[in-house]
């Protein structure tokens, strides 16, 4: 089951209790915490000055009667007390940030296998949590913008790529160049990168994606063209030919790639990325078990 619809059902099952409680249940046990004071109080008269309590043991005893009478059945306990916890985890998860780990190398070398990043939730609009229906336009990604989206072919799973082409771009990957609208993007070579998942070197470039710089591998031994394509929605917008694939991306559409390109399951072999399956903007690196040291923004 989708982890937001389970957040979503306990905060509804536990802000229901938090209601109950607040204006049925504890009006009622303070009637009755009122009710066993009035009773302790005319115990106390009624024993007299010799065997009543006195002073702070009288006060003590006073405080366990009331306590009694207004201490939460261990069902509430365990739902309303949580509500405000789990209503907190719950807006900050859906329309501010979220946490999400990197599971493999197809963003190498810009993020690596084990990386703990933030998501920017608002950047492409606020949207309705579960239905994820935008209800709010705050903006739209930009080419070089590192996403998470929910996998075209499976929803349940989230993917996270690079932007390399927006509405209505022409975007071309023959003989493992890129070039958008006609033109080519640049790259500068770079001292080759250990790949270290295939134990091999790549070679390594800095993209220039029209304004945004960022590193990309290459793998000199893997061939260009696209093996395995699916029959994804709007395929007849892409050609595909043994140099690679050039593809007009459609409205509402993005066209996505990841950064190791010859190591990545991207637009080039399942299509493109609705708006309606985007989750955020990544931009930032939290943790990572294996190197403490990556953490901060990333291009």
Known sequence: MNFTLILFILTIVTGVAW?????????????????????????QRAAGTQHALAGNEAASARAR??????????????????????LLVFVLRSFIIE?????????????????????NKFSYGLRLPVLNRKVVPLGDPQRGDVVVFRYPEDESVDYIKRVVG???????????RLTINGQPVPEQALPDYFDAERVNYAKQYREDL????????????VPPYVLGASQ?????????????????VPAGSYFVMGDNRDNSADSRYWGFVPDRNLV????????????????????
């Open 99 to 119: 946490p999400f780990k990197i599971p493999s190398a197809s963003m190498v070398p810009t993020l690596q296998v084990g990386d703990f990043i933030v998501v």
């Open 166 to 176: 927006l509405p209505g771009d022409t975007v071309s990957y023959q003989d493992k």
């Open 210 to 221: 029209l304004g945004r710089k960022h590193l990309i591998l290459n793998n000199p031994s």
């Open 65 to 86: 009667v009331r306590d009694e009478q207004l201490r939460q059945p261990w069902w509430l306990e365990y739902s309303a007390s949580f509500f405000p916890v789990i």
């Open 19 to 43: 209601l109950a409680d607040r204006f049925v249940f504890m009006p009622g046990r303070r009637r009755r915490a009122d009710a066993a004071l009035a009773e302790f109080d005319r115990q």
């Open 232 to 248: 994804f929605p709007n395929r007849e917008a892409c050609q595909y030919n043994d140099r690679g694939v050039v593809c007009k």
């Open 280 to 299: 955020g903007r990544a931009f930032f690196i939290w943790l990572n078990f294996g190197d403490m040291k990556r953490i901060g923004r990333f291009d």
